[in-house]
């Protein structure tokens, strides 16, 4: 088989790759692939020339880009030779590149023996017009070869490979480094690469020199032209290509220089004694003359011993080669496997292929959170219920699960073994084991000393495990132990991230008010790093619910401690009860004074069950969908801000209705958005999963509902972080009454007249003495101190009265100290002694003061929701504007 070819069909794997990521190009994977390659070019070889193509051959078939063609326009291999060893051709074409009179015995050049490239003309040695040849004495190879000159330099220096020097004379002493790679980052303008047009015409970014000492003193370089460019990281890893170059041509250093070919015809010595060539064979090698055979012509085959050794050589070779490969192959399995159960199963899997057991078992040892240790085992080769006792042996110190000395076991025959059990029938093991003779096990040792477990392998035949199975076994068990600490380390951080992130997001029972609540924190894939999501629902006054919904941008501690003071500062917020866009610019002028400059986006939403409405303003965030009670799915996207951490940032309200059996969801960006699909197919998905979730003759309820919506639009491979905040409202009955009052001095009693009118019809005479009180000293100091027209509602629901007087006045009440003798300022006083609660709160056209006291849960039969009949308005000033009012069951004030 042609060695090229059989290097152009090694199993590199052509992923879809960018053409222009040098990390794409020239993964460390595929550098490994390459030097596995390498490694195998001198199998079909019987010269330097031949390995030499064959190593070109890796090469440029190592680097493909996503268009399917080498990253490598040009691979160019070179080595030193003595005058006495190259074809009368290449003598001739040495001789005309040096001065007159030079050349013969002792001169050296550097020799083209192999070129590969996207030109058919660049794929022929014999091609070449400038490069064959070059003596290291002349001044064309300092003309013509610069890069390859300079790697020749590092390795053994400027003075000697241009002295004409052999390589054992003192003057070509090797310097201390055996191999040497130099690059050239940018190959347009560089004086290392006279052939400029390969950077003009062919797209050339970046060139490569690669060299190394063979066993026999000469050097060898290699010049790489690159279409990707290359940057110091990438070079360094052609570092390990170097070496394995080394490896592989080292058993053809003393071997012929060029590719043996018999001439054709009588071959005629030369006047000094040296052979000649039939110029049809001009790769024909210069050989010494004990190689001559008179009866069989040419002998081109190396001796008998030279040939065995060579074969020795490439079998050891070979072997470390598999070895070097199998153990990275499992390492990078082991590096990316997080999940510990599957990362001891792959484990002992390749530990038991490789070493050729028959079947295999890992005993290792977890701990819980309470750090409690406990066994387990992970098998290969055999089904579990074989291994039912697996440890338990008796009767024999071999099969220990803890070797005191930790040291690796190793028995051809166990069964011949002073520590094998002796009792019949099973010798030690377990009944229903499968028999052992040869066996094998393994320490894993953590890196600080820590037992983590031991691979145990056996086989029925003895013999079979040998000295290179048990180093494989312990290089897979050194790289199992690595992966578990990290494992381990992973699934720790993990975890207090996870109780982290836990800890400062809220317990939200199942219902809030009249809100059925369902609310659910999905950590991102790379859960390890705590996020910025955070939910919350706060209930208000009046049975009034705040809903938020957030999220810090970034990710780590940081992050979360700035969701931490957010999510705090909005509850305070919450509770002074602040309209939607006030609790915005509040959490605005936060963000905007932290340390540290942040974005953060948010939704506050209140819902209010007496008017069945929800009230929200939005600072950046994606918009909240309202599910209507017939199943259409609106998204909030109207009055969206500016997120939080902009200075100049403007919040507006916004209302809907929300009636009974209408949903609300609330959610972050991890539920929607995606790398490969656009955020509006998203959104389209999300409202045609909420479509299905809420069809009237089959509605879902809001727990159920939010855990099918995470099926339907996540995949559990999502980067970032999901908070979900999924609410239905189910108002319970309501009875209220209303009227608008005047600021005069008639309003008092009106209020007083209205409120004795709607106690009695609804029974709750109990309460008539302290409604009138309240209500008497509400309206008088919204008459008093705000001077608008008022509006006096009363509210009985889950067996509480609720009062309120709203004025359009945005002053806050509040208590006054007064003293002894003082006779006014006493009303909010009395008001905070009579009733349970009361308080003030914002709204966007003044103020309602409110007060509730407790009371019997009466609903009137047949009821169930709100009766409500007109009320005729009542008087307000000229200008003025009066509410509209409904008050059920109670006549006109006046």
């Not at 069909?9 to 222009?20: D, E, I, P, Q, T």
């Not at 709160?841 to 849960?857: D, F, I, M, N």
Request: charged share 20%; aromatic share 6%; hydrophobic share 40%.
């Amino acid at each position: 088989m042609d060695p090229v070819a059989g290097a152009v069909g090694l199993g590199v794997h052509r992923g879809a790759l960018s053409a222009g990521s040098p990390e794409a190009v020239f993964a460390p994977e595929r550098i490994a692939a390459l030097t596995a390659a390498i490694a195998r070019c001198g199998d079909q070889s019987g010269s330097m020339e031949g390995a030499a193509r064959c190593a070109v051959a890796a090469l440029r078939d190592a680097f493909p880009t996503a268009e399917g063609q080498s990253a490598l326009v040009l691979v160019r291999f070179f080595q030193t030779a003595r005058w006495e060893l190259l074809t009368p051709q290449l003598r001739s074409y040495a001789l005309a590149r040096m001065a007159p009179g030079a050349g013969g015995e002792g001169t050296r050049c550097l020799a083209l023996l192999a070129t590969l490239g996207d030109q058919p003309a660049w794929c022929d040695r014999h091609a070449s017009r400038d490069h064959q040849a070059l003596p290291l004495a002349g001044a064309e190879v300092v003309r013509r070869m610069p890069l390859a000159l300079t790697v020749l330099d590092h390795l053994v220096g400027a003075d000697a490979q241009r002295g004409g020097h052999p390589p054992h004379t003192p003057a070509y002493e090797p310097r201390p480094t055996r191999v040497a790679v130099h690059l050239v980052s940018q190959v347009a303008g560089s004086p290392l690469v006279p052939a400029q047009w390969l950077a003009d015409g062919y797209g050339v970014a970046s060139a490569l020199g690669l060299g190394g000492i063979l066993p026999s003193g000469e050097v060898f370089s290699a010049v790489i032209f690159s279409r990707v460019p290359i940057d110091a990281p990438t070079a360094q890893r052609f570092g390990a290509v170097t070496e394995a170059l080394c490896a592989a041509l080292s058993p053809f250093a003393h071997l012929p220089l060029f590719d043996p070919a018999r001439p054709v015809g009588r071959v005629v010595p030369h006047a000094d004694g040296a052979p000649a060539y039939d110029e049809r064979h001009n790769t024909s090698p210069i050989l010494p003359p004990a190689s001559l055979d008179s009866s069989a012509g040419w002998s081109v085959q190396p001796r008998p011993s030279v040939e065995a050794a060579l074969r020795d050589q490439r079998e050891r070779l070979a072997q470390e080669s598999r070895i070097v490969e199998t153990l990275y192959s499992v390492g990078q399995s082991l590096a990316r496997q997080l999940d510990l159960g599957k990362l001891v199963q792959q484990a002992i899997e390749a530990a038991t292929s490789v070493v050729g057991a028959r079947f295999g078992a890992f005993l290792y040892t977890t701990r819980d959170a309470e750090h409690t240790a406990r066994r387990r085992f992970a098998l290969a080769g055999a089904p579990p219920e074989s291994f039912a006792r697996l440890g338990e042996p008796h009767g024999t110190a071999l099969f220990a699960t803890d070797p005191p000395n930790r040291a690796t076991v190793r028995c051809v025959d166990v069964t011949r073994d002073a520590r094998y059990g002796g009792s019949a029938p099973h010798h030690g093991m377990p009944a229903g084991h499968p028999p052992v003779r040869s066996y094998l096990s393994v320490p894993v040792v953590a890196a600080n000393g820590e037992l983590l477990g031991s691979f145990y392998f056996g086989h029925p035949e003895p013999g079979v495990f040998t000295e290179r199975d048990e180093q494989l076994a312990q290089g897979i068990a050194a790289q199992a132990a690595s992966a578990m600490e990290n494992s381990r380390l992973y699934r720790h951080e993990r975890a207090t991230a996870m109780r982290l992130q836990r800890s400062l997001l809220p317990a939200a029972p199942s219902r809030v008010g009249d809100l059925d609540v369902a609310t659910a924190y999905l950590p991102g894939e790379q859960g390890a790093r705590v996020g910025g999501d955070w939910f919350d629902v706060i209930a208000l006054s009046a049975d009034r619910v705040a809903l938020v919904i957030g999220d810090v941008m970034g990710r780590g501690i940081g992050a979360a401690a700035v969701m931490g003071q957010l999510r705090a500062a909005i509850q305070a917020y919450a509770v002074m009860d602040l309209p939607p866009a006030q609790v915005l610019d509040q959490l605005n002028n936060l963000v905007c004074r932290l340390p540290r400059e942040q974005i953060a986006t948010c939704v506050y939403a209140v819902y209010d069950p007496c008017d069945g409405t929800v009230r929200w303003a939005n600072a950046g965030h994606l918009p909240p969908a309202l599910v209507g009670p017939d199943g259409t799915v609106t998204l909030l996207e109207a009055d969206l801000g500016m997120p939080l951490g902009v200075d100049t940032a403007v919040f507006a309200d916004a209302s809907r209705p929300l009636p009974q059996g209408a949903r609300l969801l609330l959610y972050t960006d991890g539920l929607v958005e995606c790398r490969d699909q656009p955020l509006h197919d998203r959104l389209a998905k999300l409202r045609a999963a909420l479509g299905a979730l809420c069809r009237p003759e089959a509605p879902v309820n809001v727990q159920e509902g939010a855990a099918r919506l995470a099926e339907a639009m996540l995949t559990g491979t999502e980067h970032d972080d999901v908070a979900v905040l999924y609410v239905a409202a189910q108002p319970g009955a309501t009875r209220k009454a209303s009227v608008t009052l005047s600021p005069t001095l008639e309003a008092a009693r009106a209020a007083r007249r209205f409120a004795r009118k709607t106690t009695a019809d609804w029974g709750l005479d109990e309460l008539t003495d302290s409604v009138l009180q309240i209500v008497s000293e509400l309206v008088t100091n919204a008459v008093e101190h705000a001077g608008t027209p008022m509006e006096l509602r009363l509210r009985q629901r889950h067996g509480a009265l609720l009062i309120e007087v709203a004025d359009g006045d945005g002053r806050p009440a509040r208590q006054t100290p007064t003293d002894r003798g003082d006779e006014r300022h006493r009303g909010l006083m009395i008001v905070q002694t009579l009733s349970e609660r009361w308080g003030v709160r914002q709204t966007v056209t003044g103020k309602v003061v409110w007060a509730q006291l407790a009371g019997p849960e009466r609903d009137e039969p047949g009821a169930p929701g709100q009766a409500e009949t007109p009320t005729p308005a009542i008087r307000s000033r000229p200008g003025r504007r009066a509410a509209a009012v409904a008050v059920p069951h109670a006549p006109a004030a006046r």
